[in-house]
């Protein structure tokens, strides 16, 4: 009888202490459960990465536009002035051609050149691409690129690829960019300002020579302002 008794004693210890390691189981599981999720909904969400808001750096061609045609062999100097510009900082600099003629505008080369305000001297160079390439022939006459076909009245503008170059009003820029000499050059034809007060933009251009391959230290060819040709737009995007 005591043995049994002495058994059942035994059983009912063995229990209880299984009880209670399970009961402090559960509990353990039970704060780990609850802190993990506590350390889930304290997370911060990432930052999302502002977006550009697409501003004009100067002002650009407005109004209707004129037509000036026969590019073959040219180089164009599109200059935006420093004092033109808009108290506007940014890290790139993207450049907006307007063309109201032509099928195909065939490039043999475009850079930036950076001068010192009022200045004809070189002092940075900054290479232009459209669609990855200095050298691109612009196919005017596709619809993707000209919904639809460049006029007078509607001119066709094509956005050239962002440059690594941040403006200043100490500086000038001189886009230059230099037309083949080939038939379809001859054929393409220039969005135009009307007249000085029509743009912040103005252009010069000499013929016969290719001057994209100018570098620091040289001086850019001099020639009177003119009328914006091509360029209608400076951005930042």
Not at 1 to 17: A, D
Request: glycine share 8%; aromatic share 10%; proline share 5%.
């Amino acid at each position: 009888m005591r043995n049994t008794l002495s058994m059942k004693r035994r059983k009912t210890v063995s229990m209880k202490i299984v009880y209670k390691f399970a009961t402090l189981t559960l509990m353990v599981f039970a704060v780990s459960v609850c802190g993990f999720s506590q350390k889930a909904a304290t997370q911060r969400p990432k930052a999302q990465t502002p977006e550009v808001t697409t501003q004009n750096l100067v002002r650009g061609l407005v109004g209707p536009v004129g037509t000036d045609s026969n590019w073959a062999n040219y180089s164009l100097f599109a200059i935006t002035p420093g004092s033109a510009l808009f108290p506007i900082s940014s890290a790139t600099t993207v450049f907006y051609f307007g063309f109201t003629g032509g099928t195909e505008a065939d490039i043999g080369n475009m850079v930036v050149y950076t001068v010192s305000r009022g200045s004809l001297t070189i002092t940075a160079v900054t290479p232009v691409t459209y669609g990855g390439v200095s050298n691109p022939s612009i196919v005017l006459s596709n619809a993707s690129v000209c919904p639809v076909a460049p006029s007078q009245a509607t001119p066709c503008i094509v956005r050239f690829d962002p440059t690594s170059l941040t403006m200043s009003p100490t500086s000038d820029y001189y886009l230059t960019v230099f037309f083949t000499n080939d038939s379809n050059n001859q054929s393409l034809a220039a969005a135009e300002a009307n007249n000085f007060y029509q743009s912040g933009v103005y252009s010069t251009w000499v013929g016969g020579t290719d001057y994209t391959h100018l570098t620091v230290g040289q001086s850019i060819p001099a020639g009177g302002a003119q009328r914006a040709n091509f360029l209608m737009y400076v951005m930042n995007n």
